[in-house]
Structure formats: C-alpha cells, structure tokens
C-alpha cells in the first residue's frame, strides 16, 4: 500500500518561497504507473490541486498558481516536492500530497495527512 | 468559490440513509469520472468511491456513489456515529486546462 508524508516548515514569510517535501512508501517514485499530485486547503474553504508530476518527470500546473509553482522528483530518497514562490497570506493552508494511477479516470487515491504552512511574518 | 457544489451540511440519526449531492458542469462531472472522499481534519482524506460507484477493498457497502448528467449523488445507509465526517467530491475537468476539481465539502452530523 503507498503510503505518503508531507514535511517542511510551518511557517513562511510573506514573500518568500514555500517548499515541502513528500516522502513516498510502498512504491517507488520512479514506478511508471503513478502520478504524483499536491493539493491545499485553506481554513474553512474548498481543497484545491496545485498540479502533478508525470513518470517522465514533467509536470502540469493549475493555471492558477503556475507561474509560482515548481514540482520536482528526488528518486534517489523516494520524495517529490512542491515550490511556491512569493508566497502571501493566502497562501496559509494545510497542503496534502497525493498519488493516482495513470489509468483512465484514476481517482487520487493515497493522501498523506498534510502539513499546515502558515504565511506570516 | 468550489467548481463542483456541495451543501455545507448533511445530518441523520443512527440507521437512516444521506444522500450528499456533488454538483458541477459538462467540463467535469458530466465527461469525467466521480469520486468521493471522507475527511477527518487532521488524517489523510480517505477515497470513498472511485469512478461514480466503486468501492475500494475496505469500504462498507453502506457506501454507495451515483452519477446523472452533471450531478452525482453519494448515499450513506444504516448511518452510524463514526460516520461523523467531512465528505467531498472530485473529478477531473477538461475547460481551460486540465486540473482536478473538487466540492467544497459537506459536514455530516450523526445525531
């Protein structure tokens, strides 16, 4: 079973870049047949996906965060990672990781427990 | 503002049957497949039903999901106290740009 975990500061000052990372277990990151998702939730508001990364290593981005989003895969510690950059108070959310097959219509399967990022100076 | 839309709250007593409805457009619901989450703040949201009406190993058959046009539907029977959750729905929409969407969330109260 995979199993996901998110980790990273707590808190960010506005303007600066927001980084997590997400430890993979129960299978290898570098499997072809999954999709490596991020997703926030603000306080008292809707979940929202940030993008994904492919087995090939590229990735696509919501349109609303992409020019501020980078994802990146670490084979080698089993781990994929987010970057936010100029980052704002509403950007304060819990951030989950998530995986999804790459079969038609695959849902998000496995979610790590999130990790709450809070943007404050 | 969620792309899919939920009601904020459901509720029902021990053994009575919810329904929770997840509403959203020809982009999503209506082209792509459903799936329905439950969520405890602070755990890993767990998949409920995948693709409108599958249950992963696991799930009780309490559970069950249904899709029409661009609606879905997920119905919990024989409601128990642990049923206390947060439920969201899910699906993938193709508009401008391909990205998941999801239901603002639908608190259920056992009472």
């Known amino acids: 079973q995979v199993q996901l975990q998110e980790s990273g500061p707590g808190l960010v000052k506005p303007s600066q870049t927001l980084s997590l990372t997400c430890t993979v277990s129960?299978?290898?990151?570098?499997?072809?047949?999954?999709?490596w998702s991020w997703i926030r939730q603000p306080a008292g508001k809707g979940l929202e996906w940030i993008g994904r990364?492919?087995?090939?290593?590229?990735?696509n981005y919501n349109p609303s965060l992409k020019s501020r989003v980078t994802m990146s895969v670490d084979s080698s510690n089993n781990q994929f990672s987010l970057k936010l950059s100029s980052v704002t108070a509403a950007d304060t959310a819990v951030y989950y990781c998530?995986?999804?097959?790459?079969?038609?219509?695959?849902?998000?399967?496995?979610w790590g427990q999130g990790t709450l990022v809070t943007v404050s100076s | 503002q969620s792309v899919l839309t939920q009601p904020p709250s459901a509720s029902g007593t021990p053994g009575q049957r919810v329904t929770i409805s997840c509403s959203g457009s020809?982009?999503?619901?209506?082209?792509?497949?459903v799936h329905w989450y439950q969520h405890l703040p602070g755990t890993a949201p767990r998949l409920l039903i995948y693709?409108?009406?599958e249950r992963p190993s696991g799930v009780p058959d309490r559970f069950s999901g249904s899709k029409s046009g661009t609606s879905a539907s997920l119905a919990i029977s024989g409601l128990r106290s642990e049923d206390e959750s947060d439920f969201y729905c899910?699906?993938?929409?193709?508009?401008?740009?391909?990205?998941?969407?999801f239901g603002g969330g639908t608190k259920l109260t056992v009472l």
């Open positions: 129960g299978v290898s990151i570098s499997n072809g047949n999954y999709y």
């Open positions: 998530a995986s999804s097959n790459t079969g038609m219509g695959a849902p998000l399967d496995y």
């Open positions: 020809s982009s999503n619901i209506a082209t792509n497949h």
């Open positions: 990364m492919f087995p090939s290593g590229s990735a």
């Open positions: 899910a699906a993938w929409d193709n508009s401008l740009s391909d990205v998941w969407v």
């Open positions: 693709r409108n009406n």
